[in-house]
């Protein structure tokens, strides 16, 4: 009868306890995905997008084909934090997560696509462009969500 009344104790214990446990995940799962989003945007921002406005990857330009492909790298591991990012949306209940992760498959692609472009040395500027408009929309939407996306800096292996 003693472990009866302890399973039920404890049974009772757990339903309790498991919507506020629910609830600390999706906290904390809003973080990390705040926070995957935030390091590719300092990829992007800084390895690409910055070097894009001062004509880095224009033809002359001193260490043109480096910043190039530096760019791709940078691309590269921007795509990998946003398929991180997609991941974590497709199991939430979460509408931020939700509302935001229905805009990431496709900037993903385009993220990877333009990537491997620039990591050939080839300047496709109309991807850039477009990334950069996909990149804005992400982050009015999620401000309009009431959630500001920050760049996060990280090392980037090989940059």
């Known amino acids: 009868m003693t472990r009866l009344r302890t399973s039920m104790l404890l049974a009772g214990t757990l339903l309790v306890a498991a919507p506020s ?19 590719a945007y300092y990829a992007f921002n800084t390895w690409v997008w910055k070097p894009y406005r001062q004509y880095r990857f224009q033809v002359g330009a001193p260490g043109q084909r480096a910043n190039i492909v530096k760019a791709g790298l940078a691309l590269a591991f921007a795509a990998y934090q946003v398929n991180a990012a997609i991941k974590m949306t497709r199991n939430t209940q979460d509408p931020f997560l939700q ?19 620039l990591k050939r040395g080839q300047f496709n500027e109309q991807g850039i462009q477009n990334l950069n408009r996909s990149l804005n929309t992400v982050l009015n939407t999620a401000q309009a969500q009431g959630q500001v996306i920050r760049p996060v800096a990280v090392p980037i292996p090989g940059l």
Request: charged fraction near 15%; charge should be positive; proline fraction near 3%.
């Open 21 to 39: 446990q629910q609830a600390q995940a999706t906290v904390v799962e809003k973080a990390r995905f705040v926070f995957h989003l935030g390091v």
């Open 99 to 117: 509302k935001i992760g229905s805009l990431l498959p496709n900037f993903g692609k385009s993220l990877t696509t333009v990537g491997n472009d």
